[in-house]
């Protein structure tokens, strides 16, 4: 079983269903978990699925595209924890079903902020210290929608693969240090917002949150330490 007793987690989006699945893996796994999170009802739901893990487990209400306010995090973070060891980015959302032309600039910017420029702001906010500690593990949450043509998509696709670009780069940036830095990419996987925007789909043929949480849990892991720089599919079979 992975071991993460002497982390301190960072899990960005902490709250939503992949974000919330992987940080309780990450509390069972034994780290000490802070989530971010926009609406107090998703904390308080994951305090309580987390059970007496949650001693381990805390909230902070930031938006994380804005990079001063995760910088600020960052900052009040160090002061409490001393170190954040992993830092997981699971903010993102999907805005779609339009052509590129017909779609609204404003869904543009807001789709960048949110699946482009939050991961840039976590990695303003905390890498300087994860070298500075010469540790830490950093997972990004893409999507297949960057890697292949998503008609109706195509601006969430241009974010996500904007995503990917920049923590290739990372990757290869961190190399000089013991930072570990990979992307994850999901299809479809099994959401509340997903069946109901999809009722009549095959819910059984999709990935289920926790079984992608064990993926991320294995790339922060020490079984995982070989693994840096990738892109790894968690499609199943869809
Ligand atoms: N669901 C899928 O089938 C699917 C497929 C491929 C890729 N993905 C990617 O997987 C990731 C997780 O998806 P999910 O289905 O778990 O989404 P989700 O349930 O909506 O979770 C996303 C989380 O990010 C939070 N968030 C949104 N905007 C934020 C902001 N500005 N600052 C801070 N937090 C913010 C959301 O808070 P609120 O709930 O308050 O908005 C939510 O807690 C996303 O990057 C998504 O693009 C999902």
Redesign the pocket.
């Known amino acids: 079983m992975t071991k993460l007793q002497d982390r301190v987690a960072v899990i ?10 992987i940080a309780l893996a990450m509390l069972q796994a034994g780290a000490t978990v802070v989530v ?4 107090p009802e ?1 904390l308080d739901k994951l305090t309580a699925d987390a059970g007496p893990l949650a001693a381990r487990l805390s909230g902070e209400s ?5 990079c001063d306010a995760v910088a600020a995090l960052a900052s009040t973070l160090a002061k409490r924890s001393g170190r954040v060891d992993i830092l997981v ?6 805005a779609g079903g339009k052509t590129v032309w017909e779609t609204e600039p404003k869904t543009y910017a807001t789709q960048m ?3 482009l420029q ?1 991961g840039f702001a976590l990695t303003h906010a905390f890498l300087p210290a994860m070298v500075q500690q010469n540790r830490g593990w950093v997972v990004n ?5 960057a890697l292949v043509a998503s008609p109706g998509a195509g601006v ?1 696709a241009a974010s ?1 693969a904007g995503a990917l670009a920049l923590f290739r780069a990372l990757a290869e940036e961190v190399k000089p240090y013991s930072i570990q830095v990979n992307s994850i ?7 509340p ?2 069946r109901a925007a999809m009722p009549t789909a095959d819910f059984a043929s ?1 990935p289920k ?1 926790e079984q992608i949480a064990k993926v991320v849990l294995f790339l922060c892991s020490e079984e995982g330490s070989i693994v840096h720089g990738a892109e790894v599919p968690v499609y199943g079979r869809t």
């Open positions: 960005a989006g902490g709250t939503g269903a992949l974000g919330g699945a971010t999170y926009r609406r998703e930031v938006d994380v595209t804005d980015n699971a903010v993102g959302g999907y902020a949110l699946n939050a949450v893409a999507s297949r929608a969430y996500k990419v999901p299809s479809i996987f099994d959401t917002a997903n999709w949150p």
